[in-house]
């Protein structure tokens, strides 16, 4: 191949001169461009795949966007990690002045490239520019364990995080629509930003999770109860849930909209979409003596029409 086409040569004896040490990687560059030529312009896997690593910044390892620095050798470098390197290339330390690599920013335009989350279903192909806006909505994408109470950094699919709560989690599992719950805690005062188990039902063929914590509102202990949806935001819109807690001939109820697990409890939490109960009632519900929380929570998801 290389004494077929004279211009491959060309570009291969040159960084030899500047950077011997990058010399196989430009000729993996040579052959991987002129592919697709030979191909009358179409691009295969193989051709993409090698493209990709060209457009992988050699610092942070991220896929480059526009701007795209080279320096004055040739070696690229994102936007993002420019500010950091203070003006020296990362690869061979010479000053990086403020050179922008137009060709592979063309390049880069021309590719499409399948969506990250192929192995997790999506057949969506997409132009390189608009892949990320892409990953960041695709329905395909993992999502993250709903379990509160730890910092678990397991993602998925639903079926698999099913699996995860109960086997890892040891999470309580309910079949049907509607519920009775206890919480109990033995010291209420204990209970600043306390968790409890999770509790997952499982009803119109989806999953929900029962979140119940303690957190301060300002200066006020509260007791805070809500519903996820395992599963995204427009399919949770179509169920509605209701809460109700009492005792003492008093009674609170809330009715809600579940919010997907791609919102972490935190943020419903802080958004206060469910049911607050401040702590004095919730150990007034309590009965007895006002030393020990004993909670009774009970609800109902439904279906919208
Ligand atoms: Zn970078
Ligand atoms: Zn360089
Ligand atoms: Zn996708
Ligand atoms: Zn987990």
Same mark, same amino acid.
């Given at each position: 191949?290389?004494?077929?086409?004279?211009?491959?040569?060309?570009?291969?004896? &040159?960084?030899?001169?500047?950077?011997?040490?990058?010399?196989?990687?430009?000729?993996? !560059?040579?052959?991987?461009?002129?592919?697709?030529?030979? %191909?009358?312009?179409?691009?295969?896997?193989?051709?993409?795949?090698?493209?990709?690593?060209?457009?992988?910044?050699? !610092?942070?390892?991220?896929?480059?966007?526009?701007?795209?620095?080279?320096?004055? %050798?040739?070696?690229?470098?994102?936007?993002? #990690?420019?500010?950091?390197?203070?003006?020296?290339?990362?690869?061979?330390?010479?000053?990086?002045? %403020?050179?922008?690599?137009?060709?592979?920013? &063309?390049? /880069?335009?021309?590719?499409?490239?399948?969506?990250?989350?192929?192995?997790?279903? #999506?057949?969506?192909?997409?132009?390189?520019?608009?892949?990320? =806006?892409?990953?960041?909505?695709?329905?395909?994408?993992?999502?993250?364990?709903?379990? /509160?109470?730890?910092? #678990?950094?397991?993602?998925?699919?639903?079926?698999?995080?099913?699996?995860?709560? &109960?086997?890892?989690?040891?999470?309580?599992?309910?079949?049907?629509?509607?519920? %009775?719950?206890?919480?109990? =805690?033995?010291?209420?005062?204990?209970?600043?930003?306390?968790?409890?188990?999770? +509790?997952?039902?499982? #009803?119109?063929?989806?999953?929900?999770?029962?979140?119940?914590?303690?957190?301060?509102?300002?200066? /006020?202990?509260?007791?805070?109860?809500?519903?996820?949806?395992?599963?995204?935001?427009?399919?949770?819109?179509?169920?509605?849930?209701?809460?109700?807690?009492?005792?003492?001939?008093? =009674?609170?109820?809330?009715?809600?909209?579940?919010?997907?697990?791609?919102?972490?409890?935190? =943020?419903?939490?802080?958004?206060?979409?469910?049911?607050?109960?401040?702590?004095?009632?919730?150990?007034?519900?309590?009965?007895?003596?006002?030393?020990?929380?004993?909670?009774?929570? +009970?609800?109902?998801?439904?279906?919208?029409?």
């Amino acid at each position: 191949m290389s004494s077929a086409n004279p211009y491959f040569d060309d570009i291969r004896t &040159k960084p030899e001169v500047i950077d011997p040490p990058q010399d196989d990687d430009m000729m993996d !560059v040579s052959e991987s461009v002129s592919d697709p030529a030979r %191909n009358g312009g179409k691009p295969n896997v193989a051709v993409s795949s090698s493209v990709h690593e060209l457009l992988e910044c050699p !610092v942070c390892l991220n896929a480059m966007y526009p701007p795209i620095h080279q320096c004055s %050798n040739g070696h690229t470098l994102c936007s993002g #990690c420019k500010p950091r390197v203070h003006n020296r290339c990362p690869t061979c330390r010479h000053e990086l002045g %403020n050179i922008r690599c137009l060709a592979l920013e &063309k390049v /880069a335009a021309s590719l499409e490239l399948p969506c990250k989350y192929q192995t997790f279903g #999506c057949v969506g192909i997409y132009p390189y520019y608009s892949k990320l =806006k892409h990953e960041s909505q695709c329905v395909y994408r993992p999502y993250n364990c709903p379990y /509160a109470g730890s910092e #678990c950094t397991v993602i998925g699919d639903i079926p698999f995080l099913v699996a995860h709560l &109960k086997d890892d989690h040891k999470v309580d599992m309910h079949n049907g629509s509607t519920f %009775n719950h206890r919480y109990v =805690k033995s010291n209420p005062q204990e209970v600043e930003n306390a968790t409890w188990m999770l +509790t997952v039902f499982s #009803c119109f063929g989806q999953y929900f999770c029962l979140h119940f914590e303690a957190f301060q509102l300002g200066m /006020a202990p509260v007791y805070i109860a809500f519903l996820r949806f395992m599963g995204d935001d427009n399919e949770a819109k179509n169920y509605s849930y209701s809460l109700e807690v009492g005792g003492n001939g008093r =009674k609170m109820v809330w009715q809600g909209v579940p919010r997907s697990i791609r919102d972490s409890h935190r =943020k419903v939490r802080d958004s206060f979409d469910g049911l607050i109960i401040q702590r004095n009632m919730a150990l007034f519900f309590s009965g007895g003596d006002r030393k020990e929380l004993k909670l009774r929570v +009970t609800g109902r998801i439904w279906k919208e029409q």
